[in-house]
């Protein structure tokens, strides 16, 4: 069974700059999360969908963060305009069909600069 | 809120050694509790889970056992790796029935085992 796949695995920007990162879930996990990884740190949620239906987006930075899932299989995640403190490791995850486990991709490293 | 605490690292060990991780939390409601781990340029691995009090998760000779009581979760392994050295995350999540709910996660802890 294939993993939950993401791009690209690197990105350079420049602060003010605008970024996308793509994510494809496992086959027929219907819920998918974004979260973002700070160095030295633990994971913290961004955003859940359940199918294409926004979950919850309440740690999302609205103002430059936005997020779809249009046909409720794989999702984007953009930045605009990137700030210094949005380097980070952006992690994608699906949970399995019983809800209960996460499975997540090798992440994409945004450095910006 | 709900929050988990781990041990602060680096831990260092030697091969063969016996390995704990502490871990406790902080939750409203009942939680489903998670180990994950990240070896070197991989992402998250779901390492074991326990989803109720007194369940034990295991995996490759990782263990780990839901304790109520102390609200704690503490990660053990009798006898280390050289390729077991990674970050290790413990994570809660809470909901109805702790599914399809995001995963809260401690810091982690880095683990090196030396030949």
């Known amino acids: 069974e294939a993993g939950v796949a993401q791009s690209p695995r690197y990105k350079i920007i420049e602060k003010r700059q605008s970024v996308a990162f793509w994510c494809n879930p496992i086959?027929?996990?219907?819920?998918l999360y974004w979260y973002q990884q700070i160095l030295g740190q633990g994971p913290k949620l961004l955003i859940q969908?359940?199918?294409?239906?926004?979950?919850?987006d309440s740690q999302l930075p609205k103002d430059r963060f936005s997020a779809e899932r249009l046909k409720g299989v794989d999702s984007t995640l953009k930045i605009q305009p990137a700030k210094l403190e949005d380097s980070a490791v952006y992690l994608c995850?699906?949970?399995?069909?019983?809800?209960?486990?996460?499975?997540f991709g090798p992440g994409t490293r945004l450095t910006v600069t | 809120g709900n929050s988990v605490t781990q041990m602060e690292g680096p831990v260092t060990l030697s091969e063969e050694a016996f390995l704990t991780i502490n871990c406790t939390y902080t939750a409203t409601g009942y939680p489903s509790l998670f180990w994950y781990v990240q070896y070197p340029g991989e992402g998250l691995q779901l390492l074991l889970k326990a989803t109720k009090a007194d369940d034990k998760g295991s995996n490759k000779g990782f263990e780990a056992t839901y304790r109520k009581e102390t609200t704690s979760f503490h990660l053990e392994k009798g006898s280390v790796q050289v390729s077991d050295s990674a970050v290790y995350f413990c994570a809660l999540s809470v909901g109805p029935f702790s599914g399809n709910t995001p995963l809260v996660f401690g810091k982690g802890t880095r683990l090196s085992v030396i030949a």
């Open positions: 086959s027929g996990h219907a819920t």
């Open positions: 969908f359940q199918n294409n239906g926004v979950v919850d």
């Open positions: 995850a699906s949970s399995s069909p019983d809800g209960v486990s996460q499975y």
